[in-house]
């Protein structure tokens, strides 16, 4: 089968030693297949279409594979210039060697542009820089919101003050006394720089801090209840964003869930009728996402705490959002604040740090200082445990409590915005997008798992791009520079202003203006 190399390569010009190697390899092949099959060579010539289908199969495949460039003409192309130091890197041969791989199969399947192989050395540089590039952007980017969803679990909840993410940039670009006590000159804890703060505010003998929420119920769960059983609300056994239950957290906890009541009524009768020997906590949660009207009961923080105590078995209530202060200016009662739990006696609660408190994901736990500690022993403690990013700017959120200035908070600056406040930027911007948008009256939501019934009136713009359908616009707006995240309402595009702070409406503008 050798003899027929010489005449193959002349014919594709072959003049690389791989490829010579390469049609070597594959007429050997060629020739066993054939051999293996059929013994006896006076068989040779019955197959000899088979064979004459197979070369020149090959030889069409290995012409067009020929326009492929050589891996050193593309690195040294110039849109390849200025990834020089990336080429050891093991993303770079991937994206090179994909790029490669498609191009492949476009020739094989007649379907690449029929430019020489110095054009198409550049257009896989091209393809190859374009896919870098993309690659090496960060894909975590800052949005305009125009959802009128104030605390947007998708969005990242609540935005950080100023003075935060000042406090952040001051600890995090050099060291910080994260867990060093500059009076002793001994080692500390992390927390302790915001559990001053947090016993300050709610009145309570201690705290810690987690990275969420969830972790927090998870850890005080863990802490009392591994292997016994923990007494709850068969009405409070809820779920929230992220398919997080109630029950599902509590057996990884290793504890036992003893449901009691029913769906719409619960009675402290019904919690006290369920303690047994085995029962370690009793539990209680704020339905944050959801309300149950109606024919309902539950018990008073103050009955909930009070059988606890006559019991001897610790209390725990999650009160998921974390309000520090009142929401009846919204028209909201029956979102609980989280002083007001410790001043019942409820021993231990829990609450989210980037909801209604308004600053970054952490799980705050406070009560009395026995149980504290105890939870702070939990090795699971350390697994959940924040960083000193996060409580530099946890601290600086809860002295801004402290000091009076929670309006320095951007989240109270959104909930209190009236439709005095939000009427003339929505009129002003309106006037100068030259009818292309409309202004309208709006609701907002809170979010977040907070406040699920309450709505805030609001102003906004409705937009009125000709040829583009509502689905279309929405698309554009999120694929616009910086995305911007609308609604579709009615059938048409609103951008709620409640949630687009004015320091952001030079951007929208330019971004409107690019559909036009």
């Known amino acids: 089968m050798r003899l027929f190399r010489p005449a193959l390569a002349a014919a594709i010009k072959v003049d690389v030693v791989f490829e010579l190697q390469l049609l070597d390899g594959i007429l050997n092949l060629v020739q066993h297949s054939i051999v293996s099959v059929h013994r006896n060579a006076k068989h040779f010539r019955r197959y000899s279409p088979v064979f004459t289908g197979l070369v020149l199969g090959f030889l069409f495949s290995m012409e067009a594979l020929r326009r492929l460039p050589p891996i050193n003409d593309i690195l040294r192309s110039e849109p390849l210039a200025k990834f020089q130091q990336l080429f050891a890197q093991p993303f770079f041969k991937r994206t090179l060697d994909m790029v490669l791989a ?19 050395t550049v257009r896989i540089a091209r393809e190859v820089e ?30 950080l003050p100023a003075a935060a993410i000042d406090r952040l940039r001051e600890v995090s670009s050099g060291y910080c006394n994260l867990e060093f006590d500059l009076e002793t000159g001994e080692r500390s804890q992390r927390d302790v720089h915001a559990e001053g703060l947090i016993r300050q505010l709610l009145d309570a003998e201690a ?6 929420n969830a972790a927090a119920v998870l850890l005080v769960l863990n802490t009392f209840g591994e292997g016994g059983e923990v007494v709850a609300s068969r009405g409070e056994q809820v779920e929230i964003g992220g398919s997080f239950r109630i029950p599902e957290v509590m057996a990884k906890s290793g504890a036992h869930l003893r449901e009691v009541g029913a769906t719409n009524r619960t009675r402290i009768e019904d919690y006290e009728n369920a303690i047994e020997e085995k029962t370690r906590l009793l539990l209680r949660v704020h339905p944050s996402n959801f309300r149950i009207t109606g024919f309902t009961a539950r018990p008073s923080l103050e009955e909930f705490a009070a059988l606890g105590k006559k019991k001897n078995i610790p209390t725990f209530e999650d009160l998921g959002s974390g309000c520090l202060s009142s929401l009846a200016f919204l028209g909201v009662s029956d979102e609980p604040i989280a002083a007001d739990s410790i001043r019942a006696g409820v021993d231990v609660i829990c609450f989210s740090g980037d909801k209604l408190l308004g600053g970054p994901q952490a799980g705050i736990v406070a009560g009395r200082k026995t149980y504290i500690e105890r939870i702070r022993r939990n ?3 350390r697994a959940l445990r924040v960083d000193k990013l996060t409580i530099a ?5 809860l002295l801004s409590y402290l000091k009076g200035e929670v309006k320095d908070i951007p989240i109270w600056q959104i909930l209190h915005a009236g439709e005095d406040d939000l009427r003339p930027r929505v009129e002003a911007f309106a006037a100068r997008m030259a009818g292309i948008v409309e202004p309208v009256r709006l609701m907002s939501l809170v979010g977040g798992g907070s406040a699920p019934e309450a709505q805030l009136s609001s102003w906004g713009i409705a937009l009125k791009i000709p040829n583009l359908s509502a ?5 554009r707006l999120r694929h616009s520079e910086p995305p911007v995240i609308a609604r579709i309402e009615e059938g048409r595009v609103v951008l709620d202003f409640r949630t687009i702070f004015p320091g952001e409406e030079a951007e929208l503008f330019a971004a409107l203006q690019r559909l036009t």
């Open 102 to 120: 498609e191009t492949r199969t476009e020739l094989l399947e007649g379907q690449a542009p029929s430019d020489s192989r110095s054009e198409m």
């Open 130 to 159: 374009a896919r870098l590039k993309k690659l090496l952007q960060p894909s975590l980017l800052r949005v305009i919101n125009a959802s009128g969803v104030i605390l947007h679990t998708n969005l990242g909840r609540a935005p």
């Open 207 to 212: 705290a810690i801090v987690v990275n969420n």
């Open 379 to 381: 090795p699971l403690f």
């Open 393 to 397: 700017v946890l601290e600086s959120v």
């Open 471 to 475: 689905m279309e616009l929405e698309e």
